[in-house]
């Protein structure tokens, strides 16, 4: 193997990991293993104290089955990690933090005026996941990244309760701030906010996952009220760029599962890169994606291009030196972020846009996150004000009913 595609070394542990072979895995761009549950890379457990008593919590550390140790509530952050960035972030990948999280569980997703926003609410239910996206704005946003679960559900919960009494169509999503699925496993939180919006019929929740992790969605009462979203890419930058992450095939087939279960889907092909062979992988992603679900059960699908705040490059560039994602020439967008350039942002759009064309449902709202009116007439023909502005279109999508 060659030892500068070295990024990290996992070890093993005795855990769920029966179906891993060997003991010591070197995870590189030439060694990719897929993680349909990615909640197995844990190896341990640090839990507030004040959360110790919490049945949410017990249960957790009951199904995780890992070495857990306590810290003072006083501190109101676990132990700092490390300074050298590289080393926090490979060690808060495999550490999970169930904290009591002190601020507002629900507010609206940060869009900016200069680009079409959708409206979006925004749930955090932790920070991080423990699988590892080279181009993750996580990175450039947060100083200690514990993987962190927050087990005061009863105050999330009545946050939302609050919010939802104003009667106002809500689209909500918890893979903001990490992912929705990712530690479903051990946490079982789809179990709780999934029968919660089955009951608020002006609330449609977004469960947004690169992982395969949907058995506790199986047997839920939904009413409509949940759509299970999958992050896709082509497959060159899922296997190089998504560590941990779920194969396509995995993720679709989950996907499908969901189907049948009677949700409906959404996908978001975010974030949208450069890379050799880049219209025939994108163009094999859409076709697997059509192949393997219903084109009428999916009730939305982003189109996003790779964007970043500055500091993001530095960071994931040293974490990631085999990445060539950032190795492109970039603008300052007008909210900051670098972004490609807009002839070259046109031309990935329009590629991914006539292939979905292909197979889409006329009810699907296919939308672009954080992009101008001149690129929505450009590739789609038409801005979002013509159609009652990009809230409306996508409240059409989640409430059809209304
Ligand atoms: S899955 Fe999401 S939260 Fe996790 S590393 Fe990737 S981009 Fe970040």
Redesign the pocket.
């Known amino acids: 193997m060659n030892k500068t595609a070295v990024y990290y070394t996992v070890q093993e542990k005795p855990r769920q990991n029966k179906e891993r072979i060997s003991l010591f895995n070197f995870l590189c761009f030439e060694d990719y293993m897929p993680w349909a549950d990615p909640s197995r890379y844990l190896e341990r457990i640090l839990v507030e104290e004040s959360c110790l008593a919490d049945d949410y919590c017990q249960a957790i550390v009951r199904r995780a089955a890992l070495p857990w140790t306590v810290f003072s509530s006083e501190e109101a952050e676990p132990p700092p990690l490390a300074r050298d960035t590289a080393t926090a972030w490979n060690t808060a990948k495999k550490t999970l933090a169930l904290r009591h999280y002190q601020g507002r569980f629900f507010k609206p997703c940060p869009g900016t005026k200069e680009y079409r926003c959708c409206g979006y609410q925004v749930l955090a239910t932790g920070f991080?996941?423990p699988?590892?996206?080279a181009y993750?704005i996580?990175q450039a946003y947060l100083n200690q990244p514990w993987t962190s679960v927050f087990i005061n559900i009863s105050d999330l919960l009545a946050e939302l309760s609050l919010a939802f009494d104003s009667g106002q169509p809500m689209r909500v999503g918890s893979g903001e701030f990490?992912?929705s699925l990712?530690l479903d496993s051990l946490t079982q939180l789809s179990r709780i906010l999934i029968p919660f919006f089955a009951g608020h019929n002006n609330a449609v929740l977004e469960l947004k996952t690169?992982s395969a992790v949907v058995d506790n969605l199986a047997d839920l009462e939904h009413h409509g009220h949940t759509v299970v979203a999958w992050s896709l890419n082509s497959p060159e930058i899922m296997r190089r760029h998504?560590l941990r992450?779920a194969t396509l095939e995995q993720r679709l087939t989950a996907a499908r599962r969901c189907a049948d279960w009677g949700y409906r889907l959404a996908f978001h092909f975010d974030p949208l890169i450069f890379h050799p062979g880049w219209h025939e992988g994108y163009r094999q992603t859409i076709h697997a994606l059509f192949k393997a679900v219903p084109a009428e059960r999916i009730a939305w699908i982003s189109l996003g291009a790779l964007r970043f705040l500055p500091p993001l490059k530095e960071i994931a560039t040293a974490r990631f030196p085999q990445s060539t994602i950032y190795r492109h020439e970039f603008i300052n967008g007008l909210d900051g972020k670098r972004r490609y350039f807009r002839p070259r942002r046109v031309e990935l759009y329009q590629f991914i846009y006539q292939e979905l064309q292909k197979f889409v449902s006329p009810a699907t709202c296919i939308y672009f996150c954080m992009e101008s009116d001149e690129i929505w007439r450009q590739v789609m023909g038409f801005s979002p004000e013509e159609r009652g502005g990009l809230a409306a279109m996508l409240d059409r999508a989640a409430f059809p009913a209304l």
């Open positions: 991080n996941c699988m590892d996206c993750c996580l990490s992912d990712a690169k998504e992450s």
